[in-house]
């Protein structure tokens, strides 16, 4: 059974720094293309990163650019997203997702099939 956990949500001033973790099981990571995305209220979702099967490549969209980290620990199964210098803006609910192509590199939320269940990142002013 696949499933992905994440953790490491909370508040935080702006300025300030969080590491979101992204459990799996029921699969390998390194096997997968691991996305990380954010919903605010009212907004669409947005992808944040994709951090590649096998060699691990990564690539952020242009707000993040800089300011956030995807990186994978094979041994725990485990992908994470360091959040340095958050903004308000920033603030939503963040999700991590299993790639569902072999070999894709994306962000587009429509091609990966399955999803956690988000954690709350909310950045004070």
């Known amino acids: 059974q696949v499933q992905l956990v994440e953790s490491g949500g909370g508040l935080v001033q702006a300025g300030g720094s969080l590491r979101l973790s992204c459990a799996a099981s029921?699969?390998?990571?390194?096997?997968?293309?691991i996305g990380w995305f954010r919903q605010a209220p009212g907004k669409e979702r947005e992808g944040l990163s994709c951090?590649?099967?096998?060699?691990?490549?990564?690539d952020y969209t242009d707000s993040v650019k800089g300011r956030f980290t995807a990186s994978r620990d094979n041994a725990k199964n485990t992908v994470y997203l360091q959040m340095n210098s958050l903004k308000p803006e920033d603030t939503a609910v963040y999700y991590c997702a299993r790639g569902g192509i072999v070999g894709m590199h994306s962000f587009k939320p429509a091609l990966y099939d399955f999803w956690g269940q988000g954690t709350q990142v909310t950045v004070s002013s």
């Open positions: 029921g699969f390998t990571v390194d096997h997968y293309a």
């Open positions: 951090i590649s099967s096998g060699d691990g490549s990564t």
